[in-house]
């Protein structure tokens, strides 16, 4: 059964940062690749950021370039999303999700986390 835990949400200020963590588990030991989504309330989900299972190729939504940086640590089968400068409108609840081997693009995936919230004050 395949699990992800993130965890690292939680409230900042305009400016400041946080960094996620997605725990997997359960995961084949197969090629698979690694993202980030959000949700703010009333919105459709976002893709924010995505990493391949080598993590030599990361992928980004334009509105979090330059700010968030996605890696990985496969020895600890956890993904990592840094995110700098943060803005008022970056709040949101902030998903894991891990792809299954047939997924070919960064932007369909397979397995979902609960989602940590990310509240940035003005």
């Known amino acids: 059964q395949v699990q992800l835990v993130e965890s690292g949400g939680g409230l900042v200020q305009t400016g400041g940062s946080l960094r996620l963590s997605c725990a997997a588990s359960?995961?084949?030991?197969?090629?698979?690749?690694m993202g980030w989504f959000r949700q703010s309330p009333g919105k459709e989900r976002e893709f924010v950021a995505a990493?391949?299972?080598?993590?030599?190729?990361?992928y980004y939504a334009d509105f979090v370039k330059g700010r968030f940086t996605i890696s990985r640590d496969r020895a600890k089968n956890t993904v990592y999303l840094q995110m700098n400068s943060l803005k008022p409108e970056d709040t949101a609840v902030y998903y894991c999700?891990?792809?299954?081997?047939?997924?070919?693009?960064?932007?369909?995936?397979?397995?979902w986390g609960q989602g940590t919230q990310v509240t940035v004050s003005s």
């Open positions: 359960g995961l084949t030991p197969s090629n698979y690749g």
């Open positions: 999700a891990a792809q299954g081997p047939k997924r070919t693009t960064p932007y369909e995936y397979d397995y």
């Open positions: 990493i391949s299972w080598s993590g030599r190729s990361t």
